[in-house]
């Protein structure tokens, strides 16, 4: 048996029109051969600064938008050549928690109906008398109440519809779940108390999370591994635990030196990268981070770097690698 | 001669009849050319003290009361026309988000030189010049070209630099930057946050920064005030808050933040919510949330207390230092 899921080869890309009668004038590269695997009961990480297309990477991975090229399989069977009534069977395996929970909610809709929902969408037996035994464990399981079950979203605090989301993710145990930044929008002691309810009920349910993120602290302490995208393209692959000592990537370690740290004293006096992401209009040949790189040289203008193995399952697609 | 002293400062607002007090008993001193951060979460009033200080919560009809010294002025009992004259051109006010607080149908560079012209008896073609050349400082990639662009047409950092630059052009003495770099990528971030401090801390300019991120607040700031639901619970030197954190708020905040290397499973979090304005418990408004709650902590609102030089707390657990 191969890897609980393997991404092959995975792109998209989107025409860009505009100017008279909207002509095609540019495509963006948003995901560009992207491949990986995530083993069963793995937290996989995926970090990038905005416009790196992780999410677009996560709704290719869940069909929700359909790729150019490429091939997900998961648990065995290739989700890419389902037909349409066997991909929305497969769709209770596979669940995904969204970063807003302000708006990832119907407002019209108790926390309770939303948590239905779904067993009616998936045409699962759920007799009347259980609806509310069911509804009442899984609130328990991310620390809510019977009672903020009828409550509207708008009533609960962003931490709590946080965990209303995590809910309803959960309600038809799914295998694997996809967490698009599902703690960018709390604050940092609310985040703390969500990572602590996705530990334990990674434990408790031997979930497997694909991770998606733009904080690198958060996705090393949280991870096992994590993906470092950039462009569209993954730029490397390395133990969480590696990370901080020996990144390969100029990019990964460009992003380790912008965090700032709770240490004070420790100022960090190393030079930022100048400049922003650039465009993904056209991207130019060679190295994608080519544009920022401190150790440029020419041959990463003009030839894109392959990903090659380091250490431990780690992956680096660079000319020079640090380490 | 204190730069910016605030004593006793609280907002009143009148909400169906009842009155709500958003902060209350918010007390610290900024000396010259200092580097002041105020830290806490999404409703414990950083925003409203910032808009206090400025004079700017009056004109929404919330009740200031307390006193605000700004270089041996007292600025709640200014009139609004001579308040006029110093915010903008002394006090100047970065606004959170640079995304909305641009207008989208006028040129950047005429919003910038607007403000200039606004406060300082200078001829359209100087300010123009004079602003050309701010923005240069400011590492703005080509302004000539970036001074007749509209909002939509640049970046997220480019729209950060340019609201600096409204803040800065006029000389003020004191920068409040409300959450500067919220909206941004983590490389991003490092670059403005080393140009704030070039910008502010070489010149001489004070700088009243608020945000979320402790980190920021390690790396930038010399002081540091926390509040929690409206209150102030802590300010003191970066070093000894970081290093001997003293509220049990401040402790817990800061176990709440993972960082690279942290040993999977050690994340702390806090229990329980932020209780909002309308719901604020008696005594020290902690105390439902604090390991080391005592009855007196329930009825009894802890003053703030110095406990040693430059660090003051609002806690029972610690005796004032006397002498």
Known sequence: MGKFVEIKDLSVSFKVSGGLFLRTIGTIQAVNNVSFS?????????????????????????????????????????????????????????????????????????????????????????????????????????????????????????????????????????????????????????????????????????????????????????????????????????????????????????????????????????????????????????????????????????????????????????????? | MSFLKVSDLEVEFRVDKNTVKPIEKVSFEMNEGEVLGMVGETGSGKSLTAHAIMGLSSLVGGKIRGSVKFEERELLSLAEKEMQSIRGSQIALIPQNPMTSLDPVYRVGDQIVEGLYKHVKISKRKAKLQVLDLMEKLRIPKPDRVFQQYPHQLSGGLKQRIVIAMGLCTNPRLLIADEPTTALDVTVQAQIMRLFKEMTVDKGIGLFLITHDLGVIAQVCDKVAVMYAGNMVEFGKIETLFNTPRHPYTKALLECIPYIGMKKGTLNAISGSVPSTATYPSGCRYHPRCPHSEPQCENEMPPFINIEEDTQVACHLYQEKKG
């Open chain 1, 38 to 323: 995530i083993d069963k009961g793995e937290i996989l990480g995926v970090v990038g600064e905005s416009g790196c297309g992780k999410s677009t990477l996560a709704r290719l991975i869940l069909r929700l938008i359909e790729s150019n090229s490429g091939s997900v399989t998961i648990d065995g069977t290739d989700i890419f050549k389902m037909s349409k009534k066997e991909m929305r069977q497969q769709r209770r395996h596979m669940q995904m928690v969204f970063q807003d929970p302000y708006s990832a909610m119907d407002p019209r809709y108790t926390i309770f109906r939303s948590l239905v929902e779904p067993f009616k969408i998936q045409n699962v037996p759920l007799p009347k008398a259980e609806k509310r035994k069911k509804i009442d464990e899984i609130l328990e399981l991310v620390g809510l109440s019977t009672e903020q079950g009828f409550a509207y979203p708008h009533e609960l605090s962003g931490g709590q519809k946080q965990r209303a989301d995590i809910a309803r993710a959960l309600v038809l145990s799914p295998q694997f779940i996809i967490l698009d930044e599902p703690t960018a929008a709390l604050d940092v002691s609310v985040q703390a108390q969500i990572i602590k309810l996705l530990e334990g009920l990674r434990e408790r349910l031997n979930l497997t999370f694909l991770f998606i993120s733009h904080d690198l602290s958060l996705v090393s302490y949280f991870c096992d591994r994590v993906i470092v995208m950039y462009l569209g393209r993954i730029v490397e692959i390395i133990s969480a635990d590696l990370i901080g000592n020996t990144p390969y990537h100029p990019y990964t370690k460009t992003l380790i030196d912008s965090i700032f740290m709770t240490t004070p004293g420790k100022r960090n006096q190393i030079p930022v990268v100048e400049g922003e992401v650039p465009s993904p209009f056209n991207l130019p040949a060679g190295c994608v981070f080519a544009s920022r790189c401190h150790y440029v040289k020419s041959i990463c203008r003009e030839q894109n770097p392959a990903l090659e193995k380091t250490v431990e399952n780690g992956q680096v697609a660079c000319h020079f690698p640090l380490n």
